[in-house]
């Protein structure tokens, strides 16, 4: 993993509380979302055919880029953004969904073994 | 950082009933929402599709481990395997287990899936994107669907 300084446990807590905040928003679960692909997007790119502004996506970028989910790449002379896939956060992000699927299913078999 | 889930539920249903929804194919299809095509058995496939709406042409598809009766149920998979020109059983699995336990409530149920570290990054990605692409809705859908009726 590329984020070694992240693994002692005295950096864990500051690391996981970004995340937090960083996850707490639409718009940025959207642009985590669109990165998914593993291209680099630009603003221009992440901005278009959405209703945001070229400025939010910027201010959510950098808060992504500041959990560490999100990394700037240069591509000449263009600034895009892409995930960090080695990144921490963005297993954590993923152990979120997977586990949120599983509250979902449990709460269905609740329902079903005592009905 | 722990790479496994584990969550811990309490269900007011005897041991063996909740066994029986975990283990019996029809059962476990009507909760988990996919249609299998055959019974669990240890150390072989069992395959099915999902039946979430928009899904269905999405096969599930798992390795039976353990089946250690009203006590311990796993299978092997491979979590988000949604996209059907990928062949995912090259991948690393990660392995899911239910544990019961009686308590005087009914069944404590255990589930944990573990081995995420081996699930390739780019795999984890489709995680999102599976959301992105209307999953949350399906979630819903669902919980409308299972609520108690009025």
């Not at chain 1, 002692?8 to 985590?32: E, M, N």
């Not at chain 1, 055919?49 to 000449?76: F, M, N, P, Y």
């Not at chain 2, 990605?125 to 299972?146: L, S």
Request: proline share 7%; net charge positive.
């Amino acid at each position: 993993m590329s984020r070694q300084k992240h693994k002692p446990s005295a950096h864990r807590r500051p690391a996981s509380a970004l995340l937090f905040a960083a996850l707490g928003d639409k718009t940025r679960l959207a642009l985590v979302a669109r990165l998914c692909s593993g291209q680099p997007a630009s603003i221009a790119q992440l901005t278009a055919g959405s209703r945001i502004t070229r400025q939010a996506v910027t201010k959510h970028l950098r808060v992504l880029q500041h959990a560490g989910i999100v990394r700037g790449v240069h591509a000449g002379r263009e600034h895009r953004f892409a995930l960090d896939p080695n990144s921490i956060e963005e297993m954590q992000l993923y152990l979120d969904r997977v586990s949120r699927q599983w509250d979902q299913a449990l709460a269905r078999l609740k329902v079903f073994v005592e009905e | 950082m722990e790479n496994k889930i584990e969550k811990t539920i309490e269900l007011n249903a005897p041991v063996a009933r909740v066994w029986r929804a975990l283990t019996d194919y029809r059962e476990f299809g009507e909760w988990f929402r996919v249609a299998l095509e055959g019974p669990f058995v240890p150390g072989q496939p069992a395959r099915g599709h999902i039946t979430w709406p928009g899904y269905e042409h999405v096969v599930w598809q798992a390795i039976v481990q353990k089946m250690e009766p009203e006590s311990l149920f796993s299978f092997a998979w491979h979590p988000y395997a949604v996209d059907p020109s990928v062949d995912y059983s090259s991948e690393p699995p990660t392995l899911v287990e239910f544990r019961l336990e009686p308590i005087p409530t009914g069944t404590r149920l255990t589930l944990t899936e573990s081995g995420f570290e081996n699930v390739p990054a780019h795999r984890r990605a489709e995680a999102f994107r599976m959301n992105d692409g209307g999953w949350t809705q399906q979630m819903k859908n669902i919980e409308i669907h299972v609520a108690p009726k009025t």
